[in-house]
């Protein structure tokens, strides 16, 4: 049957209806959830000035891994994963103490898949924005669509490169079609997807191709510089080359991170602010400006044996920082304890959260990112396609 010219625009125009009803639904469910589970939780932070009240946690189920990224120094495969009972009572905990988010961690989490299955669907049953991070090579369409059936809140696909290069094993080539999958269910399901990116020696050019790549697919990223461990693991082997950034990549590195600067302004929906972008290039240099570090105030490491830390860069710290329901973070421990790493770190994730704790309307920004997210590109799409329809019709 062949449809006439204006049952095809009445077709068209109605697709373009419901699509954009679904990403109106879409852009206000990760609003509410924002709200909920970050600015909330803010609030009564700044409200309850003095206590403990993380508002992001770390929850640490695995140190296996699947492939051997040389900077990474939290993988061991010769440990093992938390139990699912421990798992459940760290968020008990976590809700105890007002925090609604927590973020899933490893190794590769995707080792166990029922098992972080199990521990999405107990988080978000029990209200939290539950993020999970992956390289991405185990990821499948019935996992994708099991994540999504359990409420997951954000999936962090890690890259680091497009082709694979030695030492920086997490490419693109490798999980594109998941990847494509991923996107195309992400408003069915509700969750917001982006890309970790590492910014080593090896893949400057990489760190441009994935942001435009994410750009492309209506996705947002998140940078890291690459950073030596802050204290000594015993585990850890390639602290000889962990393509960290030496004198020869500094021009290279700070342009890469201009061009990154220059794109968040454009609007690329990206977690770092430009303060902290910025940071990275003093950083990079050794200029590391003290930044006020919240990590045991504001957010927090559990191990896969219940007990904690401050953040992952002090995963293997010696000093007893407590258990669940138990937790020993004091204002004096965690002040002498910066004194001493603050120099030597840049967290993305921390300085995050010192960055939006400022002020309210940081904290709100915060939030607005999250419904954000692809908003931009959306709207530059239009204008783009309403550009070239009215070059072509003289
Ligand atoms: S994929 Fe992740 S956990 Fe595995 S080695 Fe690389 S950075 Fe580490
Ligand atoms: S500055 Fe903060 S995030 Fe960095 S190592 Fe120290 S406590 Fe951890």
Redesign the pocket.
Known sequence: MRLSTDELECGEACIEDHSSVAHTGYKAKNALRGFRCWYVPFLKSRYYGNQFRPLLSYLYTEFKCNVNCYYCYTWDNKLKGMTLETAKKSIDFLKSVGCRVVAIMGGEPLLRKNFILDVIRYGADNGFFMYLPTNGILLDRDFIDSAGEAQVAAINLALDVIEEKKGLPKAYKRVEPQFKYLVKQKEKYGYIVFFNINITTENLDDVKLLTEIAHDHNIGTDYHINEMP?IDMEHYRFKDKGLWITEDYYRKTEDVIDWLIEKNRLGYPMVNSIEHLRAMKNFIRHRNIP?K?R??HNSLVIRMDGTLA??F??YATEKDWGRIFEHKFNARD?EL??Q???K????T??YQVHHYYNSYTAGLQWVYKHFHRGFFHRERRRAEGGRRQRGATP
Do not use: F, M, T
């Not at 030597?344 to 967290?347: I, V």
């Open positions: 802050v930044w570090c990590a045991g401050p953040c860069e002090l965690l304890q910066k001493e790493c603050n030597k770190c840049l967290s994730c921390n």
